[in-house]
């Protein structure tokens, strides 16, 4: 099993690596796109007073468990032909599926940036206050000053996008070739019994995942050495 | 080179400033103009920190009105601050000063210049790409004060400059000081040290309890004090 495995990743079977490089367009546009709306989410809830902000900071906090199937369903529902955004025709398309992903872990990289975003806040307010520094130059400032940390917040949301199955096998469709990402051929392939293929593009998954924190990490400590962040 | 508006003279009216009941500040008039250096001495919690950082526009007053060349609630753009125990930005320590200089948006061309300047005027030419977190304390503090002194400030308020340095490293910031005053910086510091008061200051204002006790030139303040708690306070003996 795990040989014929091998054997197609060094083959280069070519439906085995459009699966892969599905998977990761997808995910990596969907990590882009949360990163685009919760950082700044994170910064402003780290930031700002208003009424209700305790309740928004719980909620996007639980957000962050949301199970996959229930966005993919939700999604689903928005894009479906009745469905409010039905008309776009995107519903068993990769623009889908980025959304998708894109909302299941917006909640996780904002509850994560504004972890990370509150406690370099506090040794920073007063000097950037002395410094006359208004409320879009300190997230603008903290955002920059706490990148190494927030790249954490990125791959935590990155990694859930690329695991998850419930949301893309919902609003992707599974179609072989044009939405089947490794997460989902991996769960039909091995409901068909083709075990050999579900365990190699499991190792994949895995091994592109230890790929990608091993770069992080990398980055994050010759940045944070280089640029005296500790 | 100065912007149209002048934050002098600092003028605080009939202050009243509390955390919850309790009262943390209780002054009267005061007028800081341009001149020499001005000391606030006094025990710890006597108020001086909170005197500074209302003067810097940083608290609100409970009560009463805080007016900068007699406007209220003009941003610190003219003043700068430097922290008892200041935080370095991560980054080096040409870029916390750049980042000084971009807050008062000197044009990109002159800061390299700047830079160099300010870091020789404390004495730390050389260390421009040093990390600032991994400065030792006293050259933060030094390289807190350059940052300060970048936003071109008309009134620099510091709060216990020289407080954790050692006599050397002390008198190397009172020199940068007395420079910075002679340019005509108006300089607010408060302070512990009666030496530094006395050596730096052309007038003082001895705080306690919140209140202004005695506020006299430092020529009449260390020769012939007007209260009988300046008399004390200079004497080593306890303010309680």
Do not use: C
């Not at chain 2, 400030?153 to 002390?170: C, F, M, N």
């Amino acid at each position: 099993m795990f040989s014929s495995a091998f054997w197609m990743l060094i083959t280069g079977d070519p439906a085995l690596y459009r699966i892969i490089s599905l998977s990761l367009y997808v995910s990596l546009t969907a990590t882009l796109i949360a990163a685009l709306a919760g950082l700044p989410l994170g910064a402003l809830l780290a930031l700002k007073e208003f009424p209700g902000r305790n309740a928004v900071i719980v909620i996007v906090n639980a957000l962050m468990g949301m199970p996959p199937v229930v966005v993919g369903l939700a999604v689903f529902l928005l894009l479906s032909r009745s469905g409010p955004l039905g008309s776009f025709g995107i519903l068993f398309t990769p623009r889908a599926m980025i959304i998708a992903q894109a909302i299941l872990i917006t909640p996780i990289i904002a509850a994560l940036a504004r972890q990370t975003i509150a406690d370099l806040w506090v040794q920073y307010r007063d000097e950037l206050a002395a410094m006359n520094v208004g409320t879009a130059g300190s997230v603008a400032t903290l955002l920059w000053d706490g990148r190494f940390s927030l790249l954490t917040a990125l791959l935590a949301g990155f990694g859930r996008a690329s695991a998850e199955v419930g949301a893309v096998i919902i609003v992707g469709g599974n179609i072989d070739g044009f939405t089947r990402t490794m997460t989902t051929a991996i769960a039909l392939e091995t409901s068909k019994g083709d075990l050999p293929l579900a365990i190699g593009l499991g190792a994949v998954l895995l091994l592109i995942v230890i790929a990608i924190n091993a770069l992080a990490w990398f980055v994050r400590r010759t940045g944070e050495r280089l640029a005296g962040a500790t | 080179m100065r912007a149209p508006d002048s934050d002098l003279p600092l003028q605080f009216d009939r202050i009243e400033y509390r955390a919850g009941n309790r009262s943390i500040l209780d002054i009267g008039s005061l007028t800081i103009s341009n001149g020499a250096p001005t000391a606030v001495i006094g025990p710890n919690g006597a108020g001086k920190t909170t005197l500074l950082r209302l003067g810097m526009g940083l608290l609100e007053p409970g009560a009463g009105r805080i007016t900068w060349g007699r406007r209220q609630h003009a941003a610190p753009v003219r003043r700068a601050f430097l922290f008892q125990r200041p935080v370095m930005l991560m980054r080096s320590a040409a870029g916390n000063i750049d980042y000084a200089l971009a807050s008062v948006k000197t044009p990109r061309g002159e800061r390299k210049r700047k830079i160099a300047e300010l870091l020789a005027l404390v004495g730390l030419s050389g260390f421009e790409d040093r990390p600032a977190r991994r400065l030792s304390g006293g050259e933060q503090q030094r390289l807190a004060l350059a940052r300060s002194l970048a936003r071109d400030p008309e009134i620099l308020l510091l709060d216990e400059p020289t407080a954790s340095l050692d006599p050397a490293a002390a008198k190397s910031v009172e020199d940068v000081l007395r420079a910075v005053a002679n340019r005509g910086v108006k300089i607010v510091l408060s302070t512990h040290d009666l030496g530094t008061a006395r050596r730096l200051a052309g007038d003082v204002i001895l705080l306690h309890r919140g209140r202004i006790v005695e506020h006299s030139a430092s020529e009449t303040f260390f020769k012939q004090p007007k209260t009988e708690e300046a008399r004390r306070f200079q004497a080593g003996d306890l303010l309680i």
